[in-house]
């Protein structure tokens, strides 16, 4: 779990998380990654909002669009961008890809490739954390697509009747896929869903790092201390398509453009600036020392060996 | 719904049958009973009918195939009837070896590509030979060709069982006979090759004995030249012969039975096969209850039905059912042979030709007429005894026909 | 020491056993706390473990299966008790894409070690949604592990095995097979998966079976021996994975096939135990086509007596035996085509 004492750490965070999907969608456009790659742009403080409020010990899972995540969590960029690239020394050898990059060991239950997927293994988390009596709380990502699979009722039932010390994050980037919240729902916020379960749920502003972490915190410490689940509900955007395919039929480059004007960097980088926390403009040399690491680590990455086909037969079972 | 042709039972014996034409095409329009195959079975040919009018169709087997009682031969569909699905039969037994699955759990299996594995394996006389393949294997490990084995199978296909069977049969060392060029080689009428496959199975089988005895025939050339003049059609010695012996059957069931697991297979019926020469080979067609016919009534039956078997136009009743057989080489000069049981049967008599011999009587030698009667039987079912006493009232009949009265 | 109990109490003696020894593991499905149960299988449990690990759970499938898949994740072991196989299919993403695939995706790191017990098969008349056999579906999804015991001593011992399993095992009871008594020691062993039994030794075919139609083959054989056929009767036991070569070195000796399942017959489980005869050395032993008698390809029907048309019974496997062995031809009998 990343240390999150000192604020410059989450500005540089979410900056390492912007520009680890661009170079991924650049990789991509060159043909140089293979299968498709869904990117966290415009969502990092969410995560890192998220993250921050976490305790080592504690867990989370993720979502197909999953890097993010796994950055603010704390994995090795090295690492990550290996198993973009399918190398062996990727985190799972060359065997998940983007949308299964997990270190269960260190407590990143990893991303999900099915939408919604992840919900009820961390309502397992939880019970378990509960069972034992440990002090420790999971915390499940997911958008607005997965509030309207089944499993995000049953998950949260669940959660629920069994006061499970789980965190519910829906990242409401406005769309699943192509269709809009506001086709998608009847209803305005995905956080009154909440009191129909009978947990707290509230809404925050995505884009507001601030707002979301102490959202957050608020929420974790209530499940730690077994007061149960709370839905979250993050307003968020992302200004990248659902997926490298994506040709964004379904929105306009004005509503894109006009989302970026509430771009979370640059809030959060102001916000710092103001607090004398950093220097005026210092974010962009931070932003460049953190592109030059993701470079970095595509290059080296890039030198690593392939996998042995026979090991595509492995780990089938324990 | 279509109907059906299949390879009708044509006897209580009969397993198979091969197709000698079709005297239809595939689609032709055909009346109820009109012919329309032409089949042999191992005892003659003959044809089978249409069983419904409409259109014939599926035409099943062509010239030379053979087929167990049974088969679909072809369909017969009205206007407005299909045709079922067909059953499809066994798949290619010839399947080339595959490996079984490697790590990768992927079979190495043959890609499109590869030439395609023949449906059957064509032996050399160009019979389809259908073996499972673990009768495939065991032949190949013997040393014996697959064609040589006969199978007890549907379609003749031969099973594991058939091939061990041989192994039992043929000798521990085969010696490579020597190459003779052959003048020509001439393929055994289907007659030939069933009868072949029968005597031999008769001959390995079936314990035989053999008693022999020259029978007086005075009194049987005296009636022969008798009725030669009252009777038209007159008399042949066969004729006779099938008189005498079928009552004489009547007081020796033993003679008229089977042997069947162990059981003597008693009669009522004496059904009296005669052995008649075709230009295919030997047939031995069939008198039912003999015994029951009056000699105006038997002579022209019988000669009826020599006819009609040289012609090879017998209905399959004919040639089923026997439970004694005569044959006759007589009139081919033979002085006297030993014949081969036509297993089921217990017994077969066979008659030489009339022979004057010298008999030494009242202190002199005198001419005798007689003809040498050979009775083999099965030692399984009769002994010595009871055929020597056949033979003893077969005598007595053939030398004084009063007693038949 | 053996003594006769009934396969239902061979299950959950299972059960509290591993419980007892064994803190991480806990029972969680519909109806398994108070009520014991919908067939009885929890009875006694809640009242000795509490409510804690023998867990009553809402109707949501995919919610507590996914949610044992997590605590498996995390280290525990836990048991999801499906109470009708049929409703499976609701938890069909946490079974195929999470706990299947997981460790793999994972590059080998976790493991998912959930057992997932569910009651199967027909002759209840349950009727079409109630009374299937899917397994299946499961053993062609690599990183699971199908058992479906036959007899209550396989069914205790395997049922532990599938709980040291560090896999996901789907494990098959059947409704008819909870009554059926049978010799069980009391102190805990297990039987290990992947192995085959062979529950009655012949020379003339064998028959491969598991389940409750293990019983029908052992029936068919008692038949078959009256009229001279000695069958040799193989017991699956596992499913995945599947004894392959057991199944080989029987059909070394017999030359003849007979597969005996309860699934519909068209990709049943039968299918793979025949493909991996026929493409192997196996088939060069073969004297015979392979059978199978299995399902016919149809929902179970309500009505008793077309319930027991379209399932396989001691009847049909020995008919099947005796056109296996018939000489004529055409004479294979419509036993489910």
């Not at chain 1, 040399?285 to 026979?310: G, T």
């Not at chain 2, 005569?326 to 017994?347: H, Q």
Request: aromatic share 6%; hydrophobic share 40%; with cysteine.
């Amino acid at each position: 779990m990343k240390d999150y004492d000192d604020r410059r750490k989450l500005l540089e965070t979410m900056l390492e998380i912007r520009a680890f999907d661009e170079k991924v969608d650049e990789l991509y456009a060159e043909g140089a990654l293979h299968g498709t790659a869904h990117f966290y742009v415009g969502q990092e403080a969410v995560a890192v909002g998220v993250i921050s409020a976490l305790q080592e010990g504690d867990v989370i899972t993720g979502t197909h669009r999953g890097h993010g995540h796994a950055i603010a969590f704390g994995l090795d960029l090295d690492r990550m961008a290996a198993e973009l690239l399918g190398k062996a020394s990727g985190y799972c050898h060359g065997k998940g890809g983007s949308m299964h990059i997990a270190d269960v060991g260190a407590g990143m239950l990893g991303a999900n490739g099915i939408v919604g997927g992840s919900m009820g293994i961390a309502c397992g988390a939880a019970w378990a954390f509960k069972q034992r009596k440990e002090n420790r709380v999971a915390v499940c990502f997911f958008g607005d697509g997965a509030v309207q699979e089944g499993i995000f009722n049953e998950a949260l039932n669940l959660a629920a009747i069994w006061k499970l010390p789980v965190v519910f994050v829906c990242e409401n980037n406005q769309y699943a896929m192509s269709l809009s919240v506001k086709r998608g729902f009847a209803t305005e916020r995905i956080s009154d869903r909440a009191s129909g379960y009978g947990m707290p749920g509230k809404t925050v502003d995505g884009m507001e790092l601030d707002e979301v972490r102490d959202a957050a915190s608020e929420a974790v410490d209530l499940a730690r201390n077994g007061g149960g689940p709370t839905l979250i509900e993050a307003v968020t955007y992302r200004y990248l398509g659902h997926s490298k395919s994506d040709a964004n039929l379904y929105r306009t480059r004005d509503e894109i453009s006009g989302w970026r004007e509430h771009d979370p960097i640059v809030r959060f980088a102001s916000a710092l600036e103001r607090d004398g926390v950093v220097e005026k403009d210092e974010w962009r040399s931070i932003e460049q020392s953190v592109k030059e690491r993701i470079e970095d680590a595509f290059e080296r990455a890039a030198r690593e060996p392939e996998p042995e086909p026979e090991t595509a037969l492995e780990d089938v079972y324990a | 719904m279509a109907t059906e042709l299949k390879v009708p039972t044509l006897g209580m014996d009969m397993e198979e049958a091969t197709i000698v034409r079709w005297l239809v095409e595939e689609g032709a329009e055909v009346k109820k009973g009109e012919p329309v195959l032409e089949i042999d079975t191992d005892k003659t040919s003959f044809e089978i009918e249409a069983p419904a009018d409409g259109a014939i169709q599926a035409l099943r087997g062509e010239e030379g195939d053979t087929l167990p009682v049974g088969a679909t031969l072809a369909y017969v569909t009205a206007p407005g009837e299909e045709i079922p699905e067909s059953p499809e039969e066994s798949p290619a037994e010839e399947a080339q070896p595959k490996a079984s699955g490697d790590a990768t759990g992927v079979g190495r299996q043959k890609s499109s590509e590869d030439q395609a594995v023949p449906a059957s394996e064509d032996s050399e006389d160009g019979r389809k030979v259908r073996a499972s393949p673990a009768a495939r294997r065991a032949a190949a490990e013997m040393g014996v060709p697959i064609e040589n084995v006969s199978g007890s199978g549907p379609y003749g296909r031969v099973y594991l069982s058939d091939v061990l069977e041989m192994e039992t049969e043929a000798p521990a060392e085969e010696a490579e006979p020597a190459h003779i060029d052959a003048a020509r080689r001439e393929p055994l009428s289907r007659i030939r090759r069933l009868g072949a496959e029968r005597t031999a199975r008769s001959f390995s089988e079936v314990p035989h004995f053999y008693l022999t005895r020259d029978m007086e025939a005075d009194r049987l050339v005296e009636l022969l030249e008798r009725l030669e003049s009252r009777m038209d059609p007159a008399p042949s010695m066969t004729e006779l012969l099938v008189l005498a012996v079928s009552r004489t059957l009547r007081d020796h069931p033993r003679l008229n039975g089977r042997y069947a697991g162990g059981e003597l297979e008693v009669h009522d019926d004496v059904n009296v096969r005669v052995a008649v020469a075709t230009d295919e080979g030997l047939v031995v067609p069939v008198i039912a209850k003999a015994d029951t016919l009056s000699l105006r009534e038997l002579v022209p039956k019988v000669k009826d039905l020599v006819r009609r078997t040289r012609e090879h136009e017998l209905s399959p009743q004919e040639l089923s059912g026997g439970t004694f057989t005569i044959s006759n080489l007589g009139m081919m000069e033979i002085d006297s042979f030993d014949a081969i049981i036509n297993t089921p049967e217990a017994a077969i008599l066979a008659i030489g030709r009339i022979r004057t011999v010298p008999e030494w009587r009242e202190g002199g030698w005198v001419p005798r007429r007689v003809i040498s009667a050979t009775l083999s039987v099965d030692h399984r079912v009769a002994d010595g005894a009871d055929g020597a006493r056949f033979l003893a009232d077969l005598q007595s009949v053939l030398s004084d026909w009063e007693l038949l009265l | 020491m053996p003594r006769e109990i009934t396969y239902r109490e061979a299950v959950r003696e299972a059960m509290v056993q591993a419980m007892r020894e064994d803190d991480s593991v806990f029972l969680m499905g519909e109806d398994v706390g108070v009520y014991g149960g919908a067939f009885g299988v929890s009875r006694g449990m809640v009242e000795e473990f509490g409510e804690d690990r023998v867990v009553d759970s809402p109707l949501s499938e995919a919610g507590f299966v996914g949610l044992c898949v997590g605590a498996a994740l995390m280290g525990m072991r836990p048991i999801a008790e499906i109470q009708f196989s049929d409703f499976i299919t609701h938890s069909m993403d946490q079974l195929v894409n999470q706990a299947a695939k997981l460790r793999y995706m994972f590059g080998g790191a976790g493991r998912v070690p959930i057992v997932v017990r569910t009651p199967g098969g027909a002759g209840t008349g349950a009727a079409a949604q109630h009374s299937q056999s899917l397994e299946a579906w499961f053993i062609h999804v690599p990183g699971l592990k199908v058992v479906m015991p036959s007899t209550p001593y396989d069914a205790k011992g395997l049922l532990r095995a599938a709980l040291d399993d560090p896999n996901p095992v789907i494990f098959y009871e059947h409704k008819l097979l909870y009554n059926r008594k049978g010799d069980v020691p009391e102190e805990p062993y297990r039987v290990p998966l992947g192995e085959a039994a062979v529950s009655r030794k012949g020379e003339d075919v064998t028959l491969v079976a598991t389940g409750l139609v293990h019983r029908y083959a052992l029936e068919a054989a008692d038949s078959l021996a009256d009229e001279g056929i000695e069958a040799e009767v193989l017991d699956l036991r596992t499913l995945s994975p599947m004894d392959h070569e057991a199944v080989a070195r029987s059909i070394r000796k017999t030359g003849k096939l007979v597969v005996v399942e309860e699934d519909v017959k068209t990709a049943g489980w039968g299918a793979e135990v025949v493909a991996r005869i026929v493409e192997g050395e196996s088939f060069y032993a073969l004297d015979r086509a392979p059978a199978r008698v299995a399902g016919a390809d149809v929902p179970i029907p309500y009505n008793k007596n077309l319930e027991a048309y379209v399932r396989p019974s001691p009847e049909k496997v020995v008919e099947a035996v005796r056109s296996l062995l018939d000489t004529r031809v055409g004479i294979y009998s419509e036993v489910y085509s």
